[in-house]
């Protein structure tokens, strides 16, 4: 994930809870993906995986570096090995593109000098998973993950990257492993993009110019961060970006009901800061519905302490399970996804971002300062909810950058949590 180039503040907060609206589909209500085929799911494999790639030696994988070059090769013996079929260029899974600059960035040559970073092309990874139904496999759905990084410091310290964004992009293989096994009835790509950190060029490409017919891609979604928490007792997952699609919106609120950590969706036009995949989808012309999966334990964000040892492989592994299920159930969803280009929040949205804090109040965690400003942030929403105005909030902006600030970096630092992490046990 990016910082956004037109912001330096803090990022988002207005939310929607998990209560799913009413959907045009008729979803089942058991799991579509038994606990059988989710045992898939390794957070062993994980683990190892994420090691190889935020490893020091990978240099912080900014683009045109030997450690780029490494990571690509260690993420394309993943797709090989799970199976997933190549549609980069040429029948591989690379989709090669002239790079941009990348000289603002540092990286380690072969012989672990420090230089000014130079790419002459970069590098998206492509791949299928076909679907399972005759009359949806020509549909997509797109599921995207950066794996660039920023590099080093100029005294050598590494931006590992292990949260922004190795995790996003093995949560995706590992999702694609389960889906191999047990194909959903639209087609997956696994889109893993190159220079996100640079501009989000990897994804704009590649949507420019895709190697299927675009109007073929449904919806799609970023993957980007994920595996930390926002508090060590409190693990939410948010989806940012639904409202441009009441459809989605409504797919995905359903199948929030298959997740083992708490879901809450976020208004992508009150997300100033940040920036990520997913907003290429919504440049488009026509644009796609997309929306952005994430974990909202930014401690470690973008400084040389975003370490491997520091993920929590509890959470990377419900955020699989859950990705798997949603995408299972919703390949099935007949509804017809429009986009709404402008959103606005509602009081609709002071009711989530109720229930977002309410979450974050059942935490141990909390000290007393902290556990009276998010009171305090509750009783201000409940006059605006009940006067059915957010006008009686105040400035919005500042109102939202406030209480942004404490929930994402404020709790953040303050309880970063253990590191490492407990493994599952069952594993």
């Known amino acids: 994930m990016r910082p956004s180039l037109f912001a330096a503040t803090c990022p988002f907060l207005i939310a929607c809870s998990t209560e799913p609206k009413t959907s045009d589909s008729a979803l089942p ?92 092309v970069a590098y998206d990874l492509v791949g299928r998973i076909p679907g399972s139904d005759p009359d949806l496999a020509d549909e997509h759905i797109l599921v995207m993950a950066h794996h660039d990084h920023l590099g080093v410091e100029d005294d050598g310290r590494v931006y590992n990257g292990a949260f922004d964004n190795a995790t996003g992009c093995v949560a995706a293989l590992e999702m694609a492993r389960v889906l191999m096994a047990h194909p959903p009835a639209r087609s997956v790509i696994i889109l893993l993009t190159d220079e996100e950190e640079s501009g989000l060029d990897g994804a704009r490409i590649w949507l420019e110019d895709p190697t299927i017919p675009r109007d073929q891609v449904r919806y799609g979604l970023s993957v980007d961060p994920i595996g930390r928490p926002g508090l060590p007792d409190y693990w939410p997952l948010l989806l940012i970006g639904t ?77 699989v399970r859950f990705l798997a299920n949603a995408i299972t159930e919703t390949a099935i969803d007949q509804s017809d996804w429009s986009f709404v280009e402008d959103t606005e929040p509602d009081t609709s949205s002071a ?31 409940d006059n605006a909810i009940e006067a059915d105005d957010i006008s009686v909030l105040g400035d919005l902006n500042v109102f939202t950058i406030a209480v942004a600030y404490f929930v994402m970096f404020e709790l953040g630092s303050a309880h970063p949590g253990p590191v490492p992490p407990p493994f599952p046990t069952d594993e």
């Open 351 to 381: 009711v989530d971002v109720r229930e977002l804090l309410l979450g974050y109040l059942t935490s141990n965690e909390l000290s007393a300062s902290e556990r009276a400003f998010a009171e305090g942030v509750v009783a201000d929403l």
């Open 243 to 319: 409202e441009h699609s009441p459809e989605l919106d409504a797919s995905w609120r359903a199948a929030a009901r298959h997740s083992d950590i708490p879901v809450h969706f976020l208004n992508r036009g009150l997300v100033p800061v940040f920036a990520s995949d997913h907003d290429e989808l919504y440049k488009l012309d026509p644009p796609i519905p997309g929306f952005w999966f994430v974990n909202p334990g930014f401690s470690f964000y973008h400084t040389t302490d975003d370490t491997p040892v520091t993920i929590d492989y509890r959470i990377m592994k419900a955020d």
């Open 29 to 120: 209500e058991a799991p579509p993906l038994s606990d059988e085929a989710l045992d898939i799911v390794s957070a062993t494999r994980m683990r190892m995986l994420v090691d190889e790639l935020a490893d020091d030696t990978m240099g912080g994988r900014v683009p045109g570096s030997p450690g780029h070059q490494d990571a690509i090769n260690i993420l394309l013996d993943e797709m090989i090995d799970i199976g997933l079929e190549p549609i980069g260029l040429e029948g591989e899974f690379l989709y090669p593109y002239p790079a941009s600059d990348v000289s603002g960035f540092k990286q380690l040559d072969r012989d672990g000098n420090i230089v000014v970073a130079n790419a002459e």
